[in-house]
């Protein structure tokens, strides 16, 4: 059986949106530019990563997860969809339980719903790579403002935090024996009790919202349970903000479904590798090249 893995933000990559539907297109440049649309359609696919900002980036990740399962779904007969933070709303809409400008509107909310809280505080995230995860959440406790936010393998961890606290956090690793310490591109404290506040600033944006329920099964991540309902979709999209990311929890209860190939549906393939880290039996798939 066959899953689909939709990326969050980090899985961008120049050039990227190439790939975005042309339908979607000009509702996509009106947002991730100035909010002058250009003389020519054209010119948002050569708009540069640099030129994004945090949020133009996220909308660009989900436009092209969209893009690329309208323009392959049929290739494969997909049971689970899960999606990475931000990558669940793509998977919420490759099972139809929102549509494309449903997807755009959430994002925005939660951007918003985001910095409301957040303001102009000093925050960041940091992934490590090469020590084990309950060791990392106990070296957390050794800081103020330190949590852990994904668990994408048993190695593979995202903090998050204040970027004074994530500084010394940093050290702290490295000295540990961290193969890798890389500070993300994301401004903001997520899937930590630091966005305290969020959860009820969204679900008023999102009241208005008429979600169907999934006609592909969506696998929560952040609890690893199958969501089969609107009302438990709902849920997940109001709580998610302090909840940690347990991606490998993800992988092993599809895997526990009787998912053998996952199929990545979006830029780059940092799922593809993350999954051949959890589960090394498992077929896995890349999509950003196109269907091979």
Known sequence: MTGALFPGQGSEREGMLSLVNKKWGQVLQFDINTGKIPEEFNQIYNVKLQDLT???????????????WEDTKKYYDYRLVAGHSLGFYSALYASNSI?????????????????????????????????KWDIIENLCREFRDIYVANINSATQVVVSGTIES????????????????????????????????????????????????????????????ILTSHGDIRKTLTEQFTRRVIWRD?????????I???????????????????????EVISLDGGIT
Request: with cysteine.
């Open 54 to 68: 945090p949020l133009g980036i996220q909308m660009g990740i989900y436009a092209v997860c969209a893009s690329l």
């Open 99 to 131: 549509d494309f400008l449903t997807g755009i509107y959430l994002i925005k909310a939660a951007h918003e719903a985001i910095s409301d809280v957040t303001g102009k505080g000093n925050f960041g995230m940091t992934a490590i790579i090469g020590l």
């Open 166 to 225: 994530l500084e010394g956090f940093e050290k702290r690793v490295n000295d540990e024996g961290a193969l890798k310490v890389m500070r993300l591109p994301i401004p903001y404290p997520l899937h930590t009790p630091m966005l305290k506040g969020v959860p009820d600033i969204f679900k008023d944006k999102m009241s208005a919202i008429k979600l169907q329920d999934p006609q592909i099964p969506v696998v929560d991540h952040t609890t690893g349970e």
């Open 250 to 258: 993800v992988i092993k209860k599809m895997w526990s479904y009787g």
């Open 260 to 282: 053998r190939r996952f199929v990545e549906v979006g830029p780059g393939d940092v799922l593809t590798k993350l999954t051949r880290w959890i589960e090394r039996d498992a």
